[in-house]
């Protein structure tokens, strides 16, 4: 079965770090390629400095190029908005591939806010990088503690024939600090530069309007 590692997020804009902690990802975990799910809007985080989807979307395609990653915004036309129904949707959907989603430390310290967190942990592995000022409040949280139980190596994950969950992986991965905070706080219009026409949705194939709003 081809094996998929799922990066979620904003990507608003998209930057080198997520560039190099999926491509790590593949290496660590031997998958075949990394999903970026671009999403149309986050319910944990506020709509206020959002890019339009389409300019967020350009932006991952810009910074996944001549690379395994494939980037995506099924979450549209799946008509999902929260992490669990989307990965439902989508081992559904792709039977024939085997999924393991990917986050910071940053996204493991808030993991317990997640709409049916403990559903998502039974769906599929999960696979941590650490993030610069995040991993003592990621391993001190309540998630954090009720995953320790079924902690893994990813060297455990990349050799077996079959994966199972709840599994949880710490990658090895030196800390970049850049973030898609200070990219649009040292340039706000960014967005308004980036060209949105002719997107196509590396997964699903299906055009990404250009003139899409930020979020549903």
Excluded: C
């Amino acid at each position: 079965m081809t094996r998929v590692g799922l990066l979620g997020g904003s990507f608003n804009p998209a930057h080198r770090a997520h560039r190099a902690i999926s491509l790590a990802a593949i290496a660590e975990l031997g998958l075949d390629e990394v999903w970026w799910l671009v999403s149309p809007g986050n319910p944990l985080k506020s709509a206020a400095g959002m890019a339009p989807l389409p300019a967020r979307f350009a932006s991952a395609l810009r910074m996944a190029r001549r690379a395994p990653i494939r980037v995506t915004a099924i979450e549209r036309q799946l008509g999902t908005r929260y992490t669990i129904d989307t990965l439902r949707a989508l081992q559904r959907r792709y039977p024939k591939r085997q999924f393991v989603w990917i986050m910071g430390a940053d996204n493991l310290a808030q993991f317990g806010q997640w709409k049916d967190w403990r559903g998502i942990a039974r769906t599929m592995p999960i696979a941590v990088f650490a993030r610069p000022g995040y991993y003592r409040q990621a391993a001190a949280s309540p998630a954090a503690a009720w995953l320790r139980r079924y902690s893994v190596s990813p060297a455990g994950l990349k050799h077996s024939g079959e994966w199972s969950a709840p599994a949880l992986a710490y990658l090895r991965y030196d800390p970049d600090p850049i973030s898609a905070t200070a990219i649009r706080r040292a340039d706000p219009d960014w967005a308004l530069r980036i060209a949105t026409g002719a997107l196509r949705d590396e997964v699903t194939h299906t055009v990404i309007p250009a003139e899409e709003t930020t979020a549903r």
